[in-house]
């Protein structure tokens, strides 16, 4: 781990690392840590994302999308260096779906 420095002099990046002004740029400015997220329910997901908020195997997301159980993947980019992607509102509505299902099934 690399030396500390006093708080008001960390960096805002992850790891403590801090970023390169761009060439032809004085070193005094400063880029944001992050660029600004999209509102909740606006944002692609990956298939990695869909499985650590679903529970779902990899596998088991594109069986049921390929039974129709499943919110469809969005393709974005083209041809091979293409994207699969999923819209986050769609993820979501399938979840409130199926919990939905569940509590019709369960007696109180």
Do not use: C
Not at 2 to 15: E, H, K, L, V
Not at 17 to 46: S, Y
Not at 68 to 87: A, C, Y
């Amino acid at each position: 781990m690399g030396p500390r420095t006093p708080p008001a002099q960390r960096s805002p990046y992850p790891g403590g690392k801090t970023a390169a002004a761009a060439p032809g740029t004085p070193d005094t400015v400063k880029r944001t840590p992050q660029q600004p997220r999209a509102p909740p329910g606006e944002r692609f997901l990956r298939v990695a994302d869909v499985v650590g908020i679903t529970s779902l195997s990899r596998s088991e997301i594109y069986r049921r999308v390929q039974l129709g159980e499943f919110p469809q993947p969005v393709k974005i980019g083209i041809g091979q260096s293409g994207r699969t992607v999923w819209l986050e509102t769609e993820i979501a509505n399938w979840m409130h779906e199926r919990v939905a299902e569940w509590r019709e099934q369960t007696p109180v």
